[in-house]
């Protein structure tokens, strides 16, 4: 299994931002019956959203999230050695919008930057990669940058997702210090699994033409997209989740030597508010430790953690604080991991139109 430890490096900073469009989810479709709108949006508990408009992409989010983050805490951007975006709608097949970002962020060419692409279990797999970097290597400060405009690969026209995915960006500053005590970390795949949530067209497997990108109708009961928007066989992906994410979350606590009533908060993936309430029900956890931001943000894949962190805790990370973090997504993937925050700042999310900060 891989489970990992760092000591000595930590989150100093967080900012986030957000579209300025917002999606009322009872008011998005006119492709159902308003009756059967309202017991999908219940039932998810996915009220409001955000997306992103055309001129919009995941790096703007970002960028604008990282500006923030400057400005905010005198940032010296000198000292930024490493730049990871880590996404699934990056800007480009090609460069590496890292590459594109150190540079619009007027970083040093001396930064090392690339790119991760990870679903929903991802924050904690770049957050781990920046830990063995920062530690291990000559990198004074990190700088990761997670960012998803899923409302663009998802179809209305499709019930099992239409109402689920929203976009956001998130920014996060990465240092040493003897501050920061052990972090632990558990990263898990299961390829066999790849076809649970996917898009089939547009790759290099199955390439874009006028064929993937025809809308047709793919089951009985007549929901419609292309193969390249994104499906979702839910009923499997809860599956795998009831099976395999309290599991995990046991064995990294067991690792850690800790107990859930060790953790000062315990964030989940913002999948569907029915997921995590089986979750905490399940291993009896503390409901007032586990903030929530899926019913005015909806599912941001990667984003969702970082995303939920900057902003149900802003005020509450003083101090020494220990975070359980618990995603999974496609892949399949999944992570699971305790990390202190030491007086972390977090910045109030900023907006943005036309891809620029508002």
Not at 149 to 160: A, E, F, M, N
Request: aromatic share 10%.
């Amino acid at each position: 299994m891989a489970f990992l430890t760092f000591e000595h490096c930590g989150i100093t900073a967080m900012s986030a931002a957000v579209p300025k469009r917002v999606i009322q989810n009872l008011e998005y479709t006119e492709f159902f019956p308003k009756e059967q709108v309202k017991e999908v949006v219940e039932k998810v508990g996915i009220y409001e959203r955000r997306f992103a408009d055309e001129n919009t992409c995941s790096s703007d989010l970002c960028f604008a999230a990282a500006q923030k983050l400057f400005q905010d805490n005198q940032i010296d951007k000198s000292e930024i050695d490493l730049l990871v975006f880590l996404s699934q709608t990056p800007d480009y097949r090609m460069p590496a919008t890292s590459i594109i970002l150190q540079n619009r962020l007027g970083l040093p060419n001396t930064c090392m930057a690339f790119d991760m692409q990870l679903g929903c279990a991802g924050f904690s797999y770049a957050l781990s990669t920046v830990y063995a970097l920062i530690q291990n290597l000559g990198i004074r400060k990190a700088l990761i940058l997670n960012g998803e405009t899923r409302s663009k690969v998802y179809s209305p026209k499709d019930r099992r997702s239409a109402f689920i995915f929203g976009d956001a960006g998130i920014a996060a500053l990465v240092e040493k210090s003897d501050k920061y005590p052990k972090s632990f970390f558990s990263l898990n795949s299961d390829g066999s699994l790849a076809e649970l949530i996917m898009i089939k067209g547009g790759g290099y497997r199955n390439m874009s033409s006028a064929e993937t990108l025809k809308e047709k109708v793919v089951d009985e009961y007549g929901n419609i997209r292309s193969d390249e928007q994104g499906f979702m066989k839910g009923g499997d992906v809860f599956n795998f989740v009831i099976r395999e994410i309290p599991k995990n979350i046991q064995r990294t606590l067991d690792f850690a030597d800790k107990k859930t009533e060790d953790m000062d908060y315990i964030v989940f993936h913002q999948a569907n508010n029915f997921i995590n309430s089986y979750i905490a029900k399940k291993m009896k956890l503390d409901t007032s430790k586990i903030p929530h931001t899926i019913e005015k943000f909806g599912n941001t894949s990667s984003v969702s953690v970082p995303l939920t962190i900057v902003s149900e805790l802003k005020d509450s990370l003083c101090g020494t604080k220990t975070l359980l973090l618990s995603a999974f997504g496609v892949g399949m993937s999944w992570s699971t991991a305790i990390v202190p925050f030491v007086d972390c700042k977090i910045s109030e999310i900023v907006e943005v139109e036309n891809g620029k900060a508002i």
